[in-house]
């Protein structure tokens, strides 16, 4: 858990920087981006809060159970995606009547930026344990 904490403060940072950024050029440039407003502070949130338990599973089961790596990479990203899904048909359908290519902007810019985020730091994480157990 230490080291999933460790890393996840960048992720938080890049969310920090990115959330202002992306509400700026849609109530700017956007018609009906103060919509978006109320969905650009629940994605985020959302997202850390899924990537913080996918890096704590993971460095639990790469300590604990290092064999099901390959399956836990599989199970996480197929998750992500169906959670991802579960919350795009939940907002579409049920909360957002509008501006509805604007949040699947939104969701797949955050949800983008997570795989990215956590896939980096896997390979990582997996490069130093490959380096310190060769030494």
């Not at 960048?10 to 700026?24: R, S």
């Amino acid at each position: 858990m230490k080291s999933a904490l460790k890393s996840i403060w960048k992720l938080g940072l890049i969310y920090a920087l990115l959330t202002p950024v992306m509400c700026y050029f849609e109530v700017a440039y956007v018609a009906g981006g103060m919509s978006m407003v109320k969905p650009l502070i629940v994605l985020p949130t959302i997202f850390f809060v899924m990537t913080l338990v996918s890096l704590s599973v993971y460095h639990y089961v790469q300590e604990n159970k290092p064999k099901y790596l390959t399956l836990f990479h599989m199970v996480n990203n197929v998750a992500r995606l169906l959670i991802t899904l579960v919350l795009a048909l939940v907002y579409l359908f049920l909360i957002l009547q509008e501006c509805r290519g604007l949040f699947i902007i939104n969701l797949l810019i955050f949800y983008l930026v997570a795989l990215f985020f956590t896939s980096v730091h896997f390979i990582v994480c997996e490069r130093k344990q490959k380096h310190s157990s060769s030494n």
